[in-house]
């Protein structure tokens, strides 16, 4: 809403931005980071809690009077500059200690001890790369700073990243650019946080844990990786707790997940990469945003009647207010993700079940009553107010399966196609169990980039 008034603003025309009273201190600094003092409107409380009849009262005697004069003002004037130094600029020096506290009292780290980006450090980095450390990957909302491959390299050295991880982290920051994933729901309230998922030969070069303890800290490129990626959104985008970032409980980062393609190959599966179209045996990063997950413990059983069953039972468990993705906000763009362990890939293999089957399977069967699908939507979260599914589908706004009969208790998919599962083969090669992850739709949509290495490279 805010950066839509800063266009009408820009354009002359006065506005007024209807906030609830929870929301003052984000409005404050996407104001700072769009240069502009930005006019509000605060709603005392939250308004989806309050009675139609409190609601009004509260409008009445205390928010209208704000609206009748943020459009009756003169102009808005541009806040003053950040005065942010330069990308070279020695900001402090002093021991290590003395440097984790500077940093910590100006929220340029995340609280724990981060590596002090010295020059050296940083120029062992961009020898990585070929890119120039002056060129931007894109602007990053909400403060509108330029993620240059520089700033990459500085957060990579305060997260303890090592210089061979560089281009990696380049991909994964054109990724956060992209405009399909939309960095600026980062803070959203649900507190979505970013999973990264690489796949290809980097895998083993660059000595990913991709078996036991797959999303555990404690290997370094999958802990530093994950960590440089909170870093680069709380320094560069600009997410900071009680400012942009407004998640009503959070996640902290993720350790990054890393396929294992010994398991794809060798039980004919096709690799992540190849699912989000590129070459099997390619690099890539892929970045998307998960509100959470939960573990499939113990798929046992025949494969047909009894392990894909239980999947497609704890994919219905896992995805609630998330099918607003499917049939509001982002028509068609709830993806879910299932993690798969070697051994459970292998069963499927030997009884002649692909990935696709695996997928057409989580289409077919993982379903909820339309009325549950409806209630949901409409009756608890209110997300979208009379929900009509049957609706919908006869408008050739959904696909035809959402409205085949007028059955209130008609199964309905999740999803829009089979594609729409993504399945990653990770984890213990020796347990039978599964992960499935929850999708935040468009709050950090899926966004896949292909890893170039360098032509060629300096000593570090």
Known sequence: MLRASAVCEAAGIPTSSLICEGFVQQAK?????????????VACGHIAVQGREVLKQNILEATLEQVIA??????APESAGKGEPGARDIVFTGGFDAVNAHFYEREWSDGLPIVPPTLEKIESFLRRTDRQPDESLGTLLPEQRQATIWSVAVNAVMAGCRPEYMPLLVAMVEALADPRFGVEHSGATPGGETLVIVSGPMVKDLG???????????????????RFWRLYLRNVAGFRLHQNDKAT????????VAENGDCIRANGWSSFSADRGFEDGQNSVTIANYTGGNVVATVSGDPRTQMLPY????????????????????????HPLLLLTPILVETFAQAGISKQDVKQYLFEHARISASQFQRILSDWSQLIPGCDLAAKAQAGEIPKVFGDSADPERPVPLVWTPEDYQIVVTGDPLRNNAYVFAPSGLRGYAVTKAVALPAKRGPD
């Open 311 to 334: 999947l497609a039972d704890a994919m219905v468990r896992q995805i609630s207010w998330q099918l607003c993705f499917t049939v509001g906000a982002g028509l068609g763009k709830l």
């Open 70 to 75: 943020n459009l009756t003002r003169v102009a």
């Open 208 to 226: 990913f844990n991709f078996t036991q303890g797959v999303m555990r800290d404690g290997i370094m490129p999958n802990t530093s990786i994950g």
């Open 249 to 256: 409980y959070g996640n902290t980062w993720r350790v990054v």
């Open 29 to 41: 600094a996407v104001s700072g980071g769009l240069a502009m003092n930005l006019p509000v409107a």
